[in-house]
């Protein structure tokens, strides 16, 4: 069965090769709009579904497949960090978070499809993540690195970004993109592997 991640997110891609899958890489293109009435699990797996049947739409003469849509949003008093528009956006989403805890929500869409048949799983996962108190000067000197620019919240804690973080009460995939775990179990579930 031919298997695809629908991002083009190298981190997820190197937590996908961890359970041994190969795959192919076909982002989605959807436009992200976010229902600001549903939960924050919601938003991120109606994101990551989206995703996966935008871009099972371009397999549809494939008899097997299986397309994997993922989401992570970063929430911080309610209010979800998406990916920093600039530099100053990045300043602001990090000053926010220093000294302080949030969560990190990464959504799942799974859509095995065999046949005519489709075959739809979503879940999703949260982490609580503690920052340090961070100095305007760290925060400018990260935000140079460029790393936390393609990244919500505007940190990666599997980079430079991790000189942040103090502790985190959940999974560190999570905070990372893809939770394999999770990811593993609906792959058994589904008979894709």
């Known amino acids: 069965m031919k298997f695809i991640l629908a991002s083009a997110s190298p ?9 041994g899958l190969s795959f192919e890489i076909c982002p989605s293109n959807i436009e992200e709009k976010i229902n600001k009435n549903a939960s924050f699990s919601q938003v ?4 990551a579904d989206a995703k996966a049947g935008d871009v099972l739409k371009k397999y549809s003469g494939i008899d097997e497949a299986a397309v994997l ?19 100053d956006d990045a300043f602001r989403m ?3 978070l220093s000294g302080r ?8 869409a799974l859509f095995v499809k ?4 489709v075959i739809t799983k979503t879940f999703s996962d949260k982490t609580e ?7 305007d000067n760290e925060i400018r000197d990260y935000i140079s690195t460029g790393e936390p620019m393609d ?3 505007a940190y990666g804690i599997q980079g430079i970004g991790a000189r942040f973080i103090e502790k985190i009460n959940g999974n560190y995939q999570t905070v990372v993109g893809l939770n394999t775990c999770l990811l593993y179990k609906a792959l058994k579930e589904l008979n894709v592997i």
């Open 101 to 108: 805890n949030h969560f990190v929500y990464t959504g799942c």
């Open 11 to 19: 981190r997820r891609q190197e937590l996908l090769k961890t359970l």
């Open 114 to 117: 065999r046949g005519d048949e």
């Open 151 to 153: 990244k919500a919240g």
């Open 69 to 87: 849509g993922a989401d992570t949003i970063v929430v911080l008093n309610n209010e979800i960090l998406g990916k920093p528009k600039n530099k």
């Open 44 to 47: 991120c797996t109606s994101l």
């Open 94 to 96: 990090l000053s926010a």
């Open 129 to 135: 993540v503690f920052m340090s108190e961070m100095t």
